[in-house]
């Protein structure tokens, strides 16, 4: 019997050899052949969901002329669908005008306004889907986030094998649900939301779909992670209105809303659906400044205790305004003009005027109709960027809300605890103590300092915030503002309590001085409301009536001796914080030296009612500053009934007075 012979292992190696050879000449067809059907099946489903929708819309809307959506999610399409496709697809008038489908694998978005056929999507439009793709539905909402926050460790070229991913200081696979590994604690930057690492790209592995690396760093990953990383700032809430002035928050200053109650809250600035101002609706925006140790650490969403407030400010964003009166008057009327005052238009916005038509560039000194560098006198319905946003560039600034209040406690004492023992004698104080200003409702107004004391008080009271004594162009602003559209667009009420204290309103229009509950109503009041520079709670209050308001602002005189501003005033440290004022000036009604703005001279015409000077905004007292008193003062007393109001202005020596009283500004920047 003849024995068999089996295969030698040489012959056997062989054989093996030769298999692997024809796979591996073989498989990139396979390859190529599997990834076009797995494309040709999405491209397919797209066709499918694009035939569909036509169908809906021709069974169902026939004759409706609306744009008609579809979405996997809300509003679903009558097909079956393999459970990783999503989709949205748009319509108009019948015809689609945008679709985007995504699974796994693939991705496709395509729109063309005048109309999508369904032969024109093919393979060649379809991507590989990388995971940084969103999709929304019908409504705007999310139904796949994309990974647009992290950045790929690992990154591959055609299909969508694993990928590491980073998100919240951790590391994720490709689903963003397996933790890999936690990473060291991340450094905080308020207002920016951690995205991620920026890993050079010598340190990324390039996989093609065969595993096959065709650039590589031996690098390890936790190396890597550990590089720069990279932050997105989050989006705030902004008032369209404002057209980018919106209010810039300073170290310290916590955003705040007020309820009618007075009631204070903290407001999150990152929650872009909450409003916490809107001024196309008189809507101030509000902020507080707490006291040196607060009761808690406040977060967003909770009421600040009243006692842990140091400071209320109002914020007043940079605008141009449209020149209603060049202001060049020189004397007074015999009587009262047949004339109204008239509505003051204001546009908000950052950017500066300049001589084009319509505009022209803002004149910053007194009794000027023309910038110094410019060839462009500015004229009538002119609009004009106000002075107050140029001399301290900024996109606006914070105004106290009330008139400055001084704490009786002590100069080491804040939080202030106790209150019972104070007096309103005992806030005449005339000294340099910025460590003792507040600025809150129903305490008394700090009256009986020189204006040296009052500024430099001011101007230290917190230099992180570049404080200072509001000066007039400053309460110019602010009464313009008062009397646009945005504004209460009437006389704020007078403050007549005869306590000096902050934040009330007479009862009654333009009533005495007094200290009966029914005659002086506390700020948080329907009545109070009235003495807001915007008829609600959100406003500016005591610039009518209170103490009346010493400005940083003066006529160039050679002797200021009296008020102990010399070497101030001739420091050029401190001139972009001071008005100054022609030295021409030879009467109380030498109106034609204002400075645009500064709401004196562009009040007229003037008359004398055998008493005083009146301009023709609510008759308030309208006195220019002159030799005699060449330091100006603003809003009125509280017992100058009509006299006072936001366009009483007047002059004194600068010299202590038991009525006079300032006003804080704080001009932070980003």
């Known amino acids: 019997m003849k024995k068999k012979k089996g295969f030698t292992l040489v012959e056997l190696l062989a054989v ?12 990139p067809n396979i390859l190529n052949l599997y990834r076009n059907a797995r494309k040709n099946t999405f491209v397919s489903d797209v066709q499918n969901i694009m035939r569909s929708s036509e169908q809906e819309y021709v069974m169902g809307e ?30 108009n008038k019948g015809k689609i005008i945008n679709i985007e489908v995504l699974d796994n694998n693939y991705y496709i978005s395509v729109s063309n306004e005048e109309g999508i056929k ?36 690992i990154i591959f070229e055609g299909g969508i094998p694993d990928r590491g991913y980073i998100k919240e200081g951790k590391l994720y696979k490709e689903d963003i649900k397996t933790e890999i590994e936690k990473l ?25 779909e065969e595993g096959n690396i065709k650039k590589e760093n031996l690098s390890q990953i936790k190396e890597s992670i550990t590089l720069e990383s990279k932050w997105e700032e989050r989006p705030k809430y902004v008032d369209s209105e404002l057209h980018g002035a919106d209010p810039v928050l300073g170290q310290g200053m916590i955003p705040v809303k007020i309820k009618d109650t007075g009631e204070v809250v903290y407001v999150d600035i990152y929650d872009v659906s909450n409003k916490w101002y809107e001024y196309g609706k008189q809507q101030w925006a509000n902020s507080v400044i707490l006291v040196d140790n607060p009761s808690k650490e406040y977060k967003a969403g909770e009421v600040i205790s009243e006692s842990d407030i140091r400071g209320y400010f109002v914020w007043i964003p940079k605008y141009k305004y449209k020149l209603f009166n060049m202001g060049n008057y020189t004397a007074l009327e015999s009587s009262k003009p047949e004339i109204e005052h008239e509505q003051i238009d204001i546009v908000f916005g950052l950017t500066d005027t300049g001589e084009t038509s319509g505009e022209c560039k803002t004149p910053m000194g007194s009794g000027l109709s023309k910038a110094s560098n410019a060839t462009k006198e500015c004229q009538l319905n002119d609009y004009m960027t106000h002075p107050a946003f140029l001399s301290i560039p900024s996109n606006g600034f914070w105004v106290g809300k009330f008139e400055t209040g001084y704490n009786q406690n002590s100069d080491a004492k804040l939080p202030i605890t106790d209150t019972s023992t104070w007096t309103k004698e005992k806030t005449q104080v005339n000294e340099e ?25 001011a101007y230290n009271f917190n230099r992180t915030l570049d404080s200072h004594m509001m000066k007039n162009t400053e309460w110019g602003a602010v009464a313009y503002l008062s009397y646009s559209k945005y504004g209460i667009m009437d006389e704020v009420r007078i403050n007549n309590n005869s306590d000096y204290k902050t934040g009330y309103a007479a009862s009654v229009k333009d009533g005495a001085g007094s200290i009966e ?21 959100s406003g500016i209050y005591d610039m009518s009536g209170g103490a009346f308001e010493n400005m940083a602002s003066y006529m160039d005189i050679l002797n200021l001796t009296t008020s102990e501003m010399t070497l101030i005033v001739n420091d050029t440290t ?12 030879v009467s109380s009604s030498s109106y034609n030296k204002r ?26 007292f309208s006195n220019f500053v002159y030799s005699d008193f060449p330091w100006f003062t603003r809003g009125g007393w509280l017992n100058d009934t009509t006299k006072s109001g936001q366009f009483y202005f007047s002059g004194n020596k600068g010299a202590i007075s038991t009525a006079g009283g300032v006003r804080l500004i704080l001009t932070p920047t980003k």
């Open 16 to 27: 093996i050899a030769i298999l692997a050879i024809l796979v591996l000449i073989a498989l």
């Open 62 to 91: 026939i004759g409706n002329e609306n744009n008609t959506c579809y979405d996997s999610k809300t509003n679903p399409l009558e097909i079956e669908a393999r459970s990783n496709l999503k989709y949205r697809v748009n319509l």
């Open 118 to 153: 369904r032969d024109s999507i093919e393979s060649n439009k379809v991507k590989t889907r990388d995971n940084t793709q969103t999709l929304l539905d019908c409504n705007g909402n999310v139904i796949v986030e994309g990974l647009s926050y992290g950045l790929p460790l």
């Open 184 to 208: 060291e604690s991340l450094p905080n930057k308020e207002g920016y939301i951690f995205k991620g690492y920026n890993i050079p790209e010598s340190d990324i592995q390039i996989i093609d």
């Open 433 to 457: 103590k910025p460590q003792n200003i507040i600025v809150k409702p129903n305490v008394y107004s700090w009256r009986g300092a020189t204006i040296k004391n009052f500024f430099m008080s």
């Open 517 to 537: 509950s029914t005659k002086t109503l506390s700020w948080n009041t329907e009545t109070g409301h009235l003495a807001s520079t915007t008829g609600n709670i």
């Open 574 to 585: 401190y001139n972009k914080y001071l008005d100054k004022y022609s030295k021409l000036i």
């Open 595 to 620: 400075i645009l703005g500064d709401a004196t001279g562009e009040l007229g015409p003037f008359w004398n009612n055998e008493t005083y000077n009146q301009s023709i905004y609510f008759a308030d």
